[in-house]
């Protein structure tokens, strides 16, 4: 049996930026129209910046992400349905901490079309009581069984741990506070938030970018602008919390979800291209370290990665494994073990050479379609940066030394720079996991 041969890689492939025609609207709205050849297809994005410290924001946002489509002044949810499926388009919303987001597909002739239906939503939608209280029981019910699931739980307390009281600190709003919400509240909601002030509308496909821009500007530049400024989120913390790691117990549980987090670097930070190197090479693609050990190696569990999370207010790095009971604690060693051996070894020239081909060729698939283009560029411009960005990035990968990833290991990847959480059977699993020091049971 002869050994199988692996190609060479090949050249890094050239991230070129597209021509993008830009308008800025008076009302504060940012208007962006890009060519793309193919398919005869539209993409729309708009983006609206959402973040607030006021109690209760999350809940009341994910809420009116699920009924903004239900219904405006002029059309109920049965006619906006219909005139969506009539283009042959999609258009949906969704929000997290900082953006109310809306994603639409079109035929490219008919974009204008889909235009004007998201133009009478965000100017018009009234939250018929009725459709908010239908759906506010259904999305409450989601909420709850979701946070019946390990991973979800996880996520929550880790979230918690490491913010704190800042609005990140809650991943999730509760079913009772979903519950708690009117639709007068949704209206109110609206009327304050969902204005242009610092918006991004994009539109991404076979469509002349000078048209496109017209189009949008004349159905959004007398969009009323909100006249109070848009709130800013306070930075993330600098440093994951200091003392214990929490246990949460999970009686009767099986697995144990296992997670590792703290403080990121932005991708506008002169040294993020290293850290984005180190990450990988630790956990953040199938042949990192992390892979290499729990998975092929140990067997301890079958997905375990590593990625960094960004937001406006900052970023964070998280590391996740799920793993039977019986090896909470064995697993938990070996993923403090490689974050070691990455604060304290620089990676080979190989290692190096094939995370940087990685980090290049994903980049260039993040804007290769026309959903992930206008995707990308919605969110680069709702944190200050552009598509050069993205064009730029394969030359500051190229410049990282391996001193530059043993640099932000010591910095920013040692074990004791980060935070743990546990979420399994603390009946089974406290014991062997007070080796790595005191632990809270919550």
């Known amino acids: 049996m002869t050994a199988s041969v692996v190609p060479a890689l090949r050249p890094w492939p050239e991230i070129t930026s597209p021509d993008v025609t830009e308008v800025r609207c008076a009302n504060g709205l940012r208007l962006l129209a890009l060519h793309r050849p193919g398919a005869p297809l539209a993409e729309i994005r708009l983006s609206v910046p959402f973040g607030s410290m006021a109690p209760g ?6 809420l009116l992400s699920e009924t ?17 499926g009539e283009l042959g388009a999609s258009l949906r919303a969704e929000v997290d901490h900082d953006r109310l987001l809306f994603s639409g597909t ?3 002739d008919r974009f204008e079309d889909l235009l004007a239906v998201l133009a009478e939503v965000v100017r018009e939608a009234t939250y018929p009581d009725r459709e908010v209280l239908a759906e506010r029981g259904r999305l409450a019910s989601r909420l709850t069984a979701a946070r019946s699931q390990a991973a979800i739980r996880a996520r929550e307390i880790l979230h918690r741990h490491l913010y704190g009281d800042h609005p990140y600190g809650a991943s999730i709003p509760t079913g009772a506070e979903v519950d708690a919400i009117s639709a007068e509240q949704l209206r109110a909601l609206h009327a304050e938030r969902v204005v242009p002030d610092h918006a991004v509308l994009v539109v991404v496909g076979l469509v002349d970018p000078d048209r496109a821009v017209t189009a949008m500007h004349r159905h959004f530049a007398d969009w009323r602008p909100g006249g109070l400024p848009v709130p800013d989120l306070p930075p993330l913390p600098d440093e994951a919390p200091a003392g214990a790691s929490r246990l949460f117990h999970r009686p009767g549980s099986v697995q144990s979800s296992i997670r590792i987090g703290g403080p990121a670097l932005r991708r506008d930070d002169p040294l993020f291209p290293a850290l984005h190197l180190a990450n990988l090479i630790y956990g953040g693609y199938f042949s990192s370290r992390l892979v290499a050990n729990i998975r092929e190696d140990k067997g301890y569990t079958y997905t375990p990665r590593s990625r960094i999370m960004h937001s406006s ?17 064995p697993a938990l060693l070996e993923m403090w073990y490689e974050l070691g051996r990455l604060s304290t070894l620089r990676p080979s020239a190989q290692e190096l050479r094939d995370v940087r081909q990685f ?11 026309r959903s992930g283009l206008a995707t990308t560029l919605v969110t680069l411009l709702g944190v200050g940066l552009d598509l050069d960005w993205i064009r730029r990035s394969p030359d500051l990968l190229a410049e990282v030394t391996a001193s530059d990833i043993y640099h932000v290991g010591v910095h920013l990847l040692a074990p004791k720079l980060l935070a743990a959480v546990v979420i399994g059977d603390a009946t089974k699993c406290e014991e062997p996991l007070q080796a790595f020091g005191p632990w809270v049971v919550e």
């Open 68 to 84: 903004v489509l239900a219904g405006t002044a002029a059309t109920g949810r049965i006619g906006l349905a219909e005139r969506i």
């Open 359 to 369: 980090a290049a060729g994903n980049l260039a698939m993040s804007i290769a379609t």
């Open 313 to 329: 207010a900052g970023s964070t790095l998280v590391i996740e494994a799920d793993v039977a009971t019986d090896v909470t604690a």
């Open 57 to 62: 924001h999350l809940a009341r946002a994910w």
């Open 106 to 108: 079109v035929l490219a």
